[in-house]
């Protein structure tokens, strides 16, 4: 694993000997082992991004907070994203040894909305992976009814009971995010959903 600083921002860097494609993912750095597990045998590398200001840098606009002491929604994902672009993977690349063939951009969460929201921004990334998206965020289906992604492919997943919640923006999570798998299939590029376990995102 290479590990380097872009403040504030860590990325930590993991590749096998026949890496030839990447993931580039937002997530707590907890969550990376076990993402890097799922990766093994698929020929992609991994570079994981911690040190994210969620609620501020990956809500693509602003929106009122979800919970009562939590904070609202800065909209500061459109800077996040030329970072990510312009400096962040470009230093992450120095280091790889080779020039990627397929780049994907993947995200747990409200990361998850970020990297799914990012492919309608830029043509950078071949795929997208929302695990577990925080996709009921106020605004996102009506955008994505008013656009097309500019990616080959899209991976969905989510958990079967993150639809029991007493908060009734939460509560929508499911149902928005069969609506997104049908309507991404809809303008003829592959989906995946999978509601449950996490099986393959690559």
């Not at 993150?162 to 003829?188: F, G, H, W, Y």
Request: aromatic share 12%.
């Amino acid at each position: 694993m290479q590990t380097f600083l872009y403040n504030p921002y860590r990325v930590e860097l993991r590749t096998n000997p026949n890496s030839r494609s990447i993931v580039y993912a937002v997530m707590d750095h907890s969550d990376t082992n076990e993402v890097w597990q799922l990766l093994q045998g698929s020929g992609t590398a991994l570079a994981s991004i911690t040190g994210v200001d969620w609620n501020r840098k990956l809500s693509p606009w602003k929106a009122p907070k979800v919970f009562q002491n939590g904070e609202d929604f800065s909209g500061q994902g459109p800077s996040f994203l030329n970072t990510l672009i312009g400096q962040i993977i470009p230093l992450a690349e120095e280091h790889l040894g080779f020039t990627p063939a397929l780049r994907s951009i993947a995200g747990y969460s409200l990361a998850g909305l970020f990297a799914l929201w990012a492919v309608y921004q830029t043509t950078f990334f071949d795929g997208a992976a929302s695990i577990s998206g925080s996709l009921w965020f106020d605004g996102f289906l009506d955008y994505m009814k008013a656009n097309t992604p500019a990616t080959k492919r899209v991976y969905l997943s989510l958990g079967d009971r993150e639809k029991v919640s007493r908060n009734p923006r939460l509560a929508m999570v499911e149902d928005c995010t069969r609506q997104m798998a049908e309507l991404i299939l809809s303008q003829n590029i592959p989906v995946t959903f999978e509601l449950g376990n996490i099986q393959n995102f690559v």
